[in-house]
């Protein structure tokens, strides 16, 4: 299965049709996915929309409700395998976006974040059609690997991951934003630059590489999340 050309399609979906959707083929991928961390526990359940509750304008038939158990890098790892998943619905013609704004009606102390998707005529678009920061603004050198990273989805459209090249590959930091982003965004960010690493996950899958190193540089306004080999 070829998830990586998803990459350069996907679009954050908000517009839904009311369709039935077999949800056979998504357990059958989400059993199989790949962790960053295979040492943090994490779950998913099914909602339809009466089962959320949304600070949103818009709803989607379904979401993906997803915990996980709180240990170091978990958000990372939750944007990481379900930003998989999110492309995988976009392959079989599913629209999907991550909710920020969004819980379920059931109080769990491992929820993390939803994602909302269905069948949708408004999923996809032109390359051109991203706006995005430049690759010299997301790493110290411009490296045209990193792209996927680069077209990477987030909370606001906040893109805050930043890589420096190495012998080996990329030290991935997370950017810290001003005090008022920080309120909004820090539960979020982790998970969007789990995302980002996902796209350079897919599109290396035999190659890809990650590690929490002990002797990183220390980036003034950036906080060290691992470092990655693709």
């Not at 089962?51 to 939750?78: D, F, G, M, Q």
Request: aromatic share 12%; hydrophobic share 40%; proline share 3%.
């Amino acid at each position: 299965m070829n998830l990586a050309k998803q990459i350069y399609l996907r679009k954050s979906c908000r517009k839904y049709v009311d369709e039935f959707i077999d949800m056979g083929p998504i357990h059958e991928f989400i059993a199989q996915v790949k962790p960053l961390n295979e040492d943090i526990n994490y779950r998913y359940e099914i909602l339809e929309k009466d089962n959320v509750n949304l600070k949103t304008r818009w709803s989607a038939p379904y979401y993906l409700a997803l915990y996980s158990e709180k240990k170091e890098n978990y958000l990372v790892n939750i944007g990481f395998i379900f930003q998989q998943v999110s492309l995988f619905l976009q392959s079989i013609d599913v629209g999907s976006c991550w909710v920020g704004m969004g819980s379920i009606k059931n109080d769990d102390p491992e929820f993390i974040i939803l994602i909302a998707f269905g069948k949708s005529d408004n999923k996809t678009r032109d390359i051109s059609d991203f706006k995005r920061k430049k690759l010299s603004e997301i790493c110290n050198v411009v490296d045209e690997r990193l792209m996927p990273a680069q077209l990477a989805p987030s909370a606001i459209n906040s893109q805050p991951w930043y890589f420096t090249r190495t012998d080996e590959g990329f030290d991935v930091y997370q950017v810290k934003q001003n005090i008022l982003k920080r309120q909004i965004l820090k539960k979020w960010n982790p998970i969007d630059v789990g995302i980002a690493l996902a796209h350079l996950y897919v599109t290396n899958e035999n190659t890809f590489k990650f590690e929490v190193k002990s002797n990183f540089e220390n980036l003034k306004g950036h906080t060290y999340i691992g470092s990655v080999r693709i």
